[in-house]
């Protein structure tokens, strides 16, 4: 039987978080601040910024949990590893 090498679930819910709510934040200081009759084109391009960080860190926080999972599945010492000839 295999190893299981995925996230746990909820986990990377609970790893972005944080950053969902500076997200959240940000987009409502974007639109907040943006001048009246202008809402749109006051904020559109701010609010694009912070999506694509949040995307990103989403992603990448995805990737390392991934990784993570797969080196706690990787023991060292299973002796199932490469043998390494030790040159004299």
């Known amino acids: 039987m295999g190893v ?6 909820g986990q990377l819910k609970r790893s972005v978080l944080e950053d969902f709510e500076r997200l959240v934040w940000e987009v409502e200081s974007a639109v907040d601040n ?7 084109s006051g904020s559109e391009e701010a609010v694009r910024e912070a999506m694509a960080r949040f995307r990103q860190r989403v992603y ?14 990787f023991s060292p010492s299973d002796g199932k590893g490469p043998s390494r ?4």
């Open 34 to 40: 943006a001048a009246d009759g202008a809402i749109i």
């Open 60 to 73: 990448e926080k995805a990737v390392q949990l991934k990784a993570d999972a797969g080196a706690s599945a």
């Open 85 to 88: 000839a030790v040159a004299s």
């Open 4 to 9: 299981d090498k995925r996230m746990k679930a």
